[in-house]
């Protein structure tokens, strides 16, 4: 069983930057996939990043250069998504997930930002 704690979220107006964590506990393998779905009010969930193993990482087109995910050096279960240069549009909760043989979600974190 793996649990995913998610943090950092918060409002920023646009062009400002936040810095998301998420936290999971359990057991995690470092081969596993982390990142991040988003969800705007009225919309679906969408992807937004993810990293595999210590540095293979993806990125949505509308995110690739904004946003950075990473793998905290010294421990598979922590994963950051540093965002830069935030938009408006980019406003929604923030879902951490993790997959390896099954796939766990976190609750989510709110990000605002304002025009």
């Known amino acids: 069983q793996v649990q995913l704690l998610e943090s950092g979220g918060g409002s920023v107006q646009a062009g400002g930057s936040l810095r998301l964590s998420c936290v999971a506990a359990g057991n995690i393998d470092i081969r596993g996939h982390m990142g991040w779905y988003r969800q705007a009010p009225g919309k679906e969930r969408e992807f937004v990043a993810e990293i595999a193993g210590p540095d293979t990482t993806h990125y949505a087109d509308s995110v690739q250069g904004r946003f950075t995910i990473s793998r905290a050096s010294a421990a598979a279960d922590v994963t950051y998504l540093q965002m830069t240069d935030l938009y408006p549009e980019d406003t929604a909760v923030y879902y951490c997930?993790?997959?390896?043989?099954?796939?766990?979600w976190g609750r989510g974190t709110q990000v605002t930002v304002s025009s």
């Open positions: 997930y993790y997959f390896s043989t099954q796939e766990y």
